[in-house]
């Protein structure tokens, strides 16, 4: 007979746990801003309030993870867009989407975090450190296949995008999509 409560299983529901509590965290952060009330995501996620203060003490704690479980989430979308997309252009732009899908809605938890400078730059490393490897796999992919031009830095890329999306949370006027778009068309312009 297996044992379904044992350490592996309750360690198992413990990660599944959190991971629902942080996508619900993140949905209400974008839907109400990174001050949303601790009780609005606990019962986004069907949590007590207990649970959400017993996983992360503090707000900046939660607000932290948040943004590193969406990072992560973006890094590992790198790979299965490469796997699952007909191109491998198609597979960078599919990724891009996601990647402005991150800048966009988490505007609000870097701003929330930039007042504390030391963890605002460590997070940085992290997204830094985490993506610019899987947008240059893509970038790499792209170009051996002779769909892009071969001259494109990955970091600067994402730099590029990232510029393009400031404001896009502010300005109903302004699409950042569109324009993060024509940037990627560009990239299939050889010289």
Known sequence: MTDTTGPGRRRADARRNQRSLLDAAAAVFVASGVEAPVRDIAAAAGVGVGTVYRHFPTRADLVVAVYRHQVEACAEAGPVCLAQAPTPYAALTRWIDQFVDLLVTKHGLAAALRADSGQFDA????????????????????????????????????????NLCIGADSDPRYDARRLVGLLLAGLRYRD
């Open 123 to 162: 997070l940085h490393g992290y997204f830094v450190d985490r993506l610019v490897p899987v947008c240059a796999a893509l970038l790499d992919a792209a170009a051996e296949a002779g769909e892009i031009r071969r001259d494109v830095d990955a970091y600067q890329l994402l730099r590029g995008v990232g």
